[in-house]
């Protein structure tokens, strides 16, 4: 990824003539796309269409709002004062609320939360929080920020990958929000920086993070299975061999972040029902149409969380193998048919 004085000129730009070009014929693309769902019967075309016009929508008036915020804030100056924080977040909750909310109107998604009444008291209170959950697609990272900010008015610090700083909005965002951007090439600074963040987490702060370290398929499962044989991890192989649904952890960064603030509360958290669609094509072939988006949170105090390092890396196994089984339970809900 280029540095940000080269990589923003360039990605800003290219977004604010996207999402300009997207708006100005998106009456002639929604046109074609509800042409081919005639011809094909099948509304993917569509439904693809019209999430894409949102988004870019979207990704105008944030564009143009983070350059305003950056103006008032003396050109950066004041950027991190606790004002231009609480903006910029009010600023990223109507981003993915809106967006999530499009999804679901448009997929006709039935949304079921279940987190347990523990789950729900802790997100409800003002003490910092490490979330971990599974990742299963390119959505659940904007569902559960959406769920954290909306519902619980939480103020998500979120650990993902620096390639999606492609998106100038998510770049932007990033930088000014203590959140992680991680360039995994370099194990050592991806570890400070989680601690960084974890330890900086104020009042309602929630650090969410996915120790799977990418979205599941069946070849990377499959992939992480031979890595762990291949270092000699018998004993997690042993345990992720009995996991169908979900990677193993990798506990790096988990661990920094156990190791940065060990008395937060800790939330595992699992989903299921928008299938495995980590890319188009999957995602193309299996959209969520009419499907339950179930989520399932469970509580664990810092007390009960083990101190030592391979106590928590067979802890987090353990929670991990708990996390498939229900995902195992509920992976085929589907919402009541609802007519067209």
């Known amino acids: 990824m280029p540095p940000a004085p080269i990589r923003r000129p360039l990605t800003v730009t290219l977004w604010l003539v996207l999402s300009v070009l997207t708006l100005v014929l998106s009456p002639l693309l929604i046109a074609l796309a509800a042409i081919a769902r005639v011809l094909t019967g099948r509304p993917q075309a569509l439904i693809v269409v019209r999430l894409v016009v949102a988004y870019f929508a979207r990704e105008l008036v944030v564009l143009i709002a983070l350059g305003a915020l950056w103006l008032a804030s003396g050109g950066g100056l004041w950027m991190g004062t606790r004002r231009f924080q609480q903006l910029h977040y009010r600023l990223l909750r109507w981003f993915v609320h809106g967006l999530i909310g499009k999804a679901v109107e448009l997929l006709r998604i039935d949304f079921a939360p279940e987190p347990s009444e523990q789950a729900t008291s802790a997100l409800n209170e003002d003490r910092p929080l490490l979330f971990f959950s599974r990742h299963a697609g390119p959505g659940d990272t904007v569902l559960l920020a ?8 939480r103020f998500p610090s979120v650990v993902f990958k620096q390639t999606l700083a492609i998106d100038p909005c998510i770049d932007l965002i990033g930088h000014r929000l203590p959140h992680a951007l991680l360039d995994t090439a370099d194990r050592e600074e991806c570890e400070a920086r989680i601690e960084k963040v974890t330890a900086e987490l104020g009042p309602r702060g929630v650090l969410l993070l996915f120790p799977e370290g990418g979205n599941f398929t069946p070849e990377r499962r499959r992939g992480a299975l031979r890595k762990l044989w291949r270092k000699g991890r018998r004993r997690e192989a042993v345990k992720a061999e009995e996991m169908e649904h979900v ?38 072939r299996d ?54």
């Open 287 to 340: 959209m969520p149409i009419e499907r339950t988006l179930r989520t399932r949170m469970w509580l664990v105090p810092a007390a009960e969380v083990p101190t030592d390092a391979d106590a928590q890396v067979e802890w987090l196994y353990e929670w991990w193998q708990r996390l498939d089984e229900w995902i195992g339970e509920h992976q085929d809900c589907r919402a009541p048919a609802i007519s067209r």
């Open 146 to 153: 959406d769920l954290l900010l909306s519902r619980f008015d």
């Open 247 to 284: 990677l193993p952890p990798r506990p790096t960064g988990a661990l920094a972040a156990l190791r940065s603030n060990p008395d937060a509360d800790v939330i595992f958290a699992a989903h299921t029902g928008l299938g495995l669609a980590a890319f188009p094509r999957e995602l193309w």
